[in-house]
């Protein structure tokens, strides 16, 4: 079973600056079947697809918002960050078959 | 556009159960598996299992099996998350999400359902 590590699990940055959320996975995520994606949850709220794919956008996504990485290592950047981007923030691996999902343990961002 | 709506809060005791709706509109239910997820108070997100639209199969993550079932009714494309025998630790918001497109991330949320059991 892969396990997800975030880090850092709290994150505090000014607004304007950018921000830089690690994502380690205890296997390389390789095959075409797998793949990386990352969640906005805000207080209150369903988490909100980001990126899926390590690096595609999903819609309605500002380009602030961007996926990157391959292997065991992937990073969320932020950038020009807004007073409305703190949330926590989750990565998820998935395989497409068998169908199987597991979550980081989040990190919290604070503008 | 696509939409979840899940039912509202519910208040058991332990031991009963509850059922927990997620209906889908804006497209094709049977066209894309739904998943469930569950959130503990000020806890992380936890993959419960997925339900084939197409079949109805269900399939269960290690922990969920036995007390919890998910079920259809895809005359009014709606998933159905029932959990039996209720403990404290179920305390929780339950939330259904669709596959996406192509690849098993989850694309689309419902908006949430607090279960929260208490005598």
């Known amino acids: 079973e892969i396990v997800m590590t975030q880090f850092p699990a709290t994150l505090s940055v000014s607004p304007g600056e950018r921000a830089t959320l690690s994502c380690r996975a205890s296997?390389?995520?390789?095959?075409?079947?797998?793949?990386i994606a990352w969640y906005q949850q805000k207080p209150g709220q369903a988490p909100r697809l980001l990126i899926h794919?390590?690096?595609t956008t999903a819609t309605d996504i500002p380009a602030r918002f961007r996926g990157s990485g391959a292997g065991t290592e992937f990073t969320l950047t932020i950038s020009n960050l807004q007073s409305e981007d703190s949330a926590v923030y989750y990565c998820?691996?998935?395989?497409?078959?068998?169908?199987?999902?597991?979550f980081g343990q989040g990190t919290r961002l604070e503008i | 556009q696509v939409q979840l709506v899940q039912s509202g809060s519910e208040l058991k005791k332990p031991g009963a159960s509850v059922k927990v709706s997620c209906k889908a509109s804006?497209?094709?239910?049977?066209?894309?598996?739904m998943n469930w997820v569950r959130q503990a108070p000020g806890q992380g997100l936890e993959w419960m299992g997925w339900?084939?639209?197409?079949?109805?199969?269900?399939t269960y993550t290690q922990g969920f099996t036995g007390r919890f079932v998910f079920s259809l009714d895809t005359s009014v494309n709606t998933a159905y998350l029932q959990i039996r025998s209720l403990k404290a630790e179920d305390t929780a918001v339950y939330y259904c999400?669709?596959?996406?497109?192509?690849?098993?991330?989850?694309?689309?949320w419902g908006q949430g359902t607090l279960v929260t059991v208490s005598s």
């Open positions: 998820q691996y998935y395989n497409n078959w068998p169908p199987e999902i597991t």
């Open positions: 804006g497209y094709n239910f049977t066209y894309y598996a």
């Open positions: 999400a669709r596959r996406g497109s192509g690849d098993s991330y989850t694309d689309y």
């Open positions: 296997q390389s995520v390789t095959s075409i079947s797998v793949g």
């Open positions: 339900i084939n639209t197409n079949t109805g199969n269900p």
């Open positions: 794919g390590a690096s």
